[in-house]
């Protein structure tokens, strides 16, 4: 069996990398980027015809789409002797896929907006308007999910699981978002707690070396 993660580190593919991590899955990492035409080579638009990362093939089935990888792998994969982050029953499964459609739907396009006109565009680009805004429309959400952690340690439940991964992913985007922090202090923390997991770590340093 061949499993194959395509995509850097520094990108979306992170989701399904933290995933293998968490797994402790054998698996060879394709790191390729989003930007210089890697991914509209034939050869990969046979992967995944719209031409983006990251994309899973697990000896021939191929998935792609970010959360759809993370939440395939979560399932398909439960080593023994480490906890899955799938679900366990039908209510943890309610919780993983609500939160994971949720976090798509009410926060990325803002959390990467502020992600970008706040670190990563060239300061000259940047338009720290946007930042504000963004930051100012996730706190909506971020209160939901906010009053969601008042009774649970995670996303699912007393485990961490694939939906932590999903929103973790993505929310660590605004974690340097001092004022949305400051008033959702349980995201804030459980946020803390998913980022500082050796998974995640791994895959920061992943990113980091490109």
Not at 87 to 116: D, G, H, Y
Not at 157 to 175: M, Q, Y
Request: proline fraction near 7%; glycine fraction near 6%; charge should be positive.
């Amino acid at each position: 069996m061949t499993l194959k993660i395509y995509g850097t580190a520094a990108s979306r593919a992170a989701r399904p990398l933290w995933v293998a991590q968490e797994l402790g899955l054998v698996y060879e990492h394709i790191p390729l980027s989003y930007l210089g035409g890697a991914t509209k080579t034939p050869e990969f638009l046979a992967l995944n015809p719209n031409g983006r990362i990251p994309v899973v093939d697990d000896d021939g089935v191929r998935v792609w789409e970010s959360m759809a990888c993370a939440l395939y792998l979560a399932e398909r994969f439960k080593p023994v002797g480490r906890p899955s982050l799938a679900a366990e029953n039908p209510a943890e499964q309610a919780e993983i896929l609500r939160w994971s459609f949720w976090v798509v739907t009410e926060c990325e396009k803002e959390a990467l907006s502020f992600l970008m006109h706040g670190q990563l565009m060239p300061a000259e680009r940047r338009k720290p308007q946007l930042a504000d805004e963004a930051q100012r429309r996730l706190l909506a959400p971020l209160r939901v999910l906010e009053q969601h952690l008042q009774t649970r340690p995670y996303l699912a439940g007393e485990r961490f699981t694939v939906a932590d991964v999903c929103v973790a992913s993505v929310l660590a985007w605004v974690e340097t978002a001092q004022g949305l922090m400051a008033a959702c202090p349980r995201v804030a923390e459980w946020l803390q707690r998913c980022l500082a997991r050796p998974a995640f770590q791994r895959v920061k340093l992943m990113a980091k070396r490109g």
